[in-house]
């Protein structure tokens, strides 16, 4: 069955850091792979997706993700983190029947 | 243009009480969806529709029933309220199916209380 982990359920970073934010899925056939951000008491907005070609795919806000077949993996990554991307992240697989298997979610903290 | 709005943005109920949660949206999308997000399992779809006048059930239905009249219009209803369903409620519309290269566009959540 399709699934989504994310490891990590809180991570603290240093403001101008870089970030790293993993995700490994599980589904049969091609993925078509999701991350998500949600700021406190909003809804979320689509960082950057992947379905096909380049693995290393680029988002909004500078960040980017790069798909691995072989470790089932979809991590997220930003080269220096700026204390609005405080928030949390969550990685998703869109499966068959119209359905979105979403990750647990990891809380990001940004340290001054 | 608004996106995706949700009503009523909070709401607490009594076991047993009834509700029903609209959501809105003004992008002339074909597909909308219902998810609940509850606390270290980030969101389940319960119900999603693929035009209007069809609905189809998600990965936790139970409890829970919907309905799409109109195009720009999703309906999560709640028959009899127990508090296994306090959660916050997330809907969200797209153009294309999940597997496709269409974004979903969520809106702001309902924050549902069931005492």
């Not at chain 1, 078509?32 to 809804?43: A, K």
């Not at chain 2, 609905?55 to 127990?82: C, H, I, M």
């Not at chain 2, 296994?84 to 496709?100: D, H």
């Amino acid at each position: 069955a399709q699934s989504v982990t994310q490891p990590d359920i809180h991570i603290t970073v240093s403001e101008g850091a870089s970030l790293e934010l993993r995700c490994n899925y599980s589904y049969g056939a091609t993925p078509y792979l999701f991350w998500y951000v949600q700021s406190p008491g909003q809804g979320l907005q689509l960082l950057l997706k992947y379905f096909s070609g380049d693995t290393l795919v680029q988002g909004i806000k500078g960040f980017e993700a790069e798909f691995k077949r072989s470790q089932s993996s979809f991590n997220l990554r930003k080269p220096s983190v700026h204390w609005s991307d405080a928030a949390e992240y969550f990685c998703a697989v869109g499966a068959q029947n119209n359905d979105m298997r979403f990750g647990a979610g990891t809380r990001l903290t940004v340290k001054p | 243009n608004a996106g995706v709005t949700q009503t009523p943005k909070f709401r607490v109920l009594k076991t047993g009480q009834s509700m029903t949660l609209l959501c809105a949206q003004d992008m002339n999308h074909e597909y909308m969806y219902w998810y609940r997000q509850d606390p270290g399992m980030g969101l389940r779809l319960i119900h999603y529709s693929v035009g209007e006048g069809t609905t189809a059930k998600g990965e936790v239905p139970d409890g829970y029933n919907v309905s799409r009249l109109k195009k720009q219009n999703f309906l999560l209803g709640l028959e009899s309220a127990a508090p296994s369903q306090t959660s916050v409620y997330f809907c969200a519309s797209s153009s294309l199916p999940v597997r496709s290269t269409d974004t979903q566009y969520f809106g702001p959540g309902t924050r549902l209380t069931v005492l």
